[in-house]
């Protein structure tokens, strides 16, 4: 009987709540249910909350030395045949925190496989000081091969010179969901996920008053998730008594467990209005997909790819510019609600071929086999 690969995988688990931290428990969860592995997590607890996140301190240089530390214990514990270490992104701390792990991680284990959940790098290399650039690409040499999100999402290792590179798309529980039924009269839009400008949040109620002043459909639109600094809940209530909303927008919060599943399964159309530079994998799409919801999605990086080359939905065009583009696709989307149905069948067929647990835990199992 040949030995259990010994694989660590790297990165902070929930809290709090958000896209990578919960792919990253779900990937523990799911390559520990194989029995050919014995896994172990290598624990990041830089950023307690987002309203730190991507900040520099003093607190984030002594998690440094305690993360160093785990992986010594763990590597301590027995061998490392593989680390799966998640990308930090481009901001200037994840990518200090990237140069200063990744040589470490390589020097224990025989193998680093860098996981890009976050995602941007590629653009943001050419703005980084020469010194700064030099010592994020040595790091990623030490590497031996990289896991992206979708095809897109490989220009970012690429462009840190790396080579061995996957496309891997992640995945969500598919737990039961109700039945879908007709629009409400007027239909409930959702909009979810961290509130700020790179995901489109004041564009879209600009865009919500211009569709509404150009003669679109009545709708009602909810804003779901909690503001990303500095954004904040007194300026989009500013937003939408400027833009004379209150009538129509429902500023909701961060939801949760039962409560978030509810707010997917009220909404009759999901808008994903995001230009993040740093969006790698919109995992509210494909919750929105589970949930057989049509889409408003924009043709930013790879979200189009995301939710599939015949999605069931329209596409906003964040250029020339991101309002107008949002305007117009909440028109067309309000003109064809009864191609609704339609579409939110096709997205829900396309999430149970390509999104869920399943699907990623047997991709990822087989790559980790053959790179280990």
């Keep these: 009987m040949s030995r259990q ?24 969860h799911l390559l520990g249910e194989e029995k050919d592995f014995r896994v172990r997590h290598w624990a990041f607890r830089f950023t307690p909350q987002w309203t730190q996140g ?51 991680a390589a020097f224990w284990a025989k193998k680093v496989v ?111 998730g909690e503001p990303l600094p500095p954004y904040s809940y007194e300026q989009i209530e500013d937003d939408i008594q400027r833009l004379q909303l209150a009538d129509v927008v429902e500023v909701a919060g961060l939801k949760r467990g039962q409560e978030l599943d509810a707010a997917y399964a009220e909404a009759d159309l999901f808008i994903f209005s995001s230009v993040a530079p740093y969006e790698s994998f919109g995992m509210v799409l494909i919750e929105a997909m589970r949930f057989s919801l049509p889409l408003i999605t924009t043709n930013w990086r790879a979200n189009t790819e995301v939710a599939g080359a015949d999605f069931g939905g329209i596409v906003a065009a964040v250029e020339p510019d991101l ?28 999430f149970e071929e390509r999104y869920t647990l399943p699907v990623l835990q047997r991709n990822l199992a087989n790559y980790l086999r053959h790179d280990a």
């Design 114 to 224: 860098v996981h890009f959940h976050a995602a941007g790098v590629a653009e943001a290399l050419p703005s980084m000081s020469e010194r700064l650039r030099g010592w994020l690409l040595w790091a990623h040499e030490k590497c031996d091969g990289a896991i992206s999100l979708t095809e897109f999402g490989k220009k970012d290792p690429a462009a840190l010179g790396m080579t061995n590179l996957e496309a891997m798309p992640l995945a969500i529980e598919d737990d039961p969901v109700p039945p879908r039924s007709a629009p409400a009269s007027p239909p409930l839009l959702l909009h979810l996920g961290h509130l700020c400008p790179d995901k489109g949040t004041p564009q879209l109620l600009e865009a919500a008053r211009q569709a509404l002043d150009a003669g679109a459909p009545p709708f009602r639109l909810q804003l779901v």
């Design 323 to 350: 309002t107008q583009g949002l305007a117009t696709a909440l028109q067309k989307a309000l003109e064809q609600q009864a191609s609704w149905p339609e579409w939110g069948q096709r997205n829900r067929q396309s």
């Design 5 to 28: 690969l010994q694989i660590v995988v790297a990165g902070q688990v929930p809290p709090p709540v958000g896209g990578q931290n919960l792919n990253i428990a779900r990937i523990l």
């Design 54 to 104: 991507r900040q520099r301190s003093w607190r984030k240089l002594v998690e440094l030395v305690f993360v160093w530390f785990r992986l010594l214990k763990l590597r301590l514990g027995g061998p490392i045949d593989l680390i799966l270490y998640p990308s930090g992104g481009p901001h200037f701390a994840p990518v200090v925190r990237d140069i200063l792990l990744l040589p470490w």
